[in-house]
């Protein structure tokens, strides 16, 4: 069944000229322009400021220019959550691996009853598409059936231009539902690597009650600073008492690559791969301050153009 969209929503979105644009992107409504031209329409809208790709300086103008110049054919594999479990396996081994339940090309494939009592069902192609079972007595099956095959309709390089994942097969994993100390959920450790080097470390938490996120260097010094959602200063994050194993695994994984971020878990002294992403907030995070913006270009160093 198709959600009506209330007409309180519709007058709020027409207040807000650029939430419109973005869920039109969402839908796919551009893929008839041109990719240079849809990136440089959408940076404007959403950052306020003209894309420079001529001589891009920030790390939001040359995540813009990597979708557009840096198209190598081995991203499509890695931005895929099934086919990378090949990469991780052969890189860094399957224990890294979360355990893997099921693969399933439509929602009606999958059997329930032969399902855990907990499980995460995630598209395969996309951002967003995942569904969490912590209850099976209480799941709502036809929620997730919607959701799920929502996702599957999208192709995800419409929404922003991310290349990689323009010829992703839409499919559907069930993995294990895994928690960490918190048994709430699972902290996303996010390390940002550049020409395989860690510089930066991300930490994702609350997601389901004030989604936050704090920096730290790769020394886990806490960093003033935020990246699209509020920081906490006074949240006390432990180092990962594993800390330089996740620094040493993104390095073997990110070696080869301009730059991608390297999303691990830990849990109970096990740490375990999430994912790998090449364009944050697709190019569109706002940083807060600003300065960090540049600062994160300037770690970056574009490689030769590979496409137009």
């Given amino acids: ?31 008839w322009i041109p990719d240079k031209a849809f990136i440089k329409l959408s940076y404007y809208i959403r950052m306020g400021r003209r894309l420079n790709l001529d001589n891009p300086t920030s790390y939001s103008e040359k995540l813009q220019w990597l979708k557009l110049y840096n198209r190598n054919v081995e991203y499509t594999d890695l931005v895929d959550k ?14 890294y691996l979360i355990p893997l339940i099921g693969l399933y090309h439509t929602f009606e494939e999958i059997d329930f009853k032969e399902l855990p009592n907990q499980f995460v069902l995630k598209c ?55 928690v960490d100390e918190s048994c709430e959920e699972l ?45 906490d200063s006074k949240t006390f994050i432990k180092k990962p008492e594993k800390l330089k194993e996740m620094l040493d695994l993104a390095k073997v994984l990110s070696k080869d690559y301009p730059h991608v971020r390297v999303d691990l878990y830990s849990i109970k002294n096990q740490i375990y791969f999430g994912e790998m992403t090449f364009y944050h907030e697709s190019g569109y995070g706002r940083f807060s301050p600003e300065s960090y913006d540049y600062l994160l270009g300037s770690w970056l160093q574009l490689p030769n153009k590979t496409s137009t």
């Fill in 1 to 31: 069944m198709k959600k009506i969209i209330s007409l309180k929503k519709i007058i709020s979105l027409m207040k807000e000229p650029k939430r419109i644009y973005i869920n039109m992107g969402r839908r796919g409504c551009f893929k």
């Fill in 82 to 95: 099934f086919e990378v479990r090949k990469y991780i396996a052969d890189k860094i081994g399957e224990k």
């Fill in 124 to 178: 395969t192609h996309d951002s967003g598409g995942v569904v969490i079972c912590k209850d099976k007595n209480q799941f709502n099956i036809i929620d997730a059936r919607e959701k799920i095959n929502n996702s599957l309709k999208r192709n995800f390089y419409n929404s922003w231009r991310e290349w990689p994942y323009k010829n992703v097969q839409p499919r559907i994993i069930c993995e294990k539902y895994m």
């Fill in 187 to 231: 902290k996303d450790y996010k390390i940002f690597c550049f020409n395989g080097e860690p510089k930066l470390i991300q930490v994702n938490y609350d997601r389901f009650r004030g989604h936050k996120r704090n920096l730290y260097d790769t020394d886990w010094n806490y960093i003033e600073a935020s990246i699209q959602y509020p920081t």
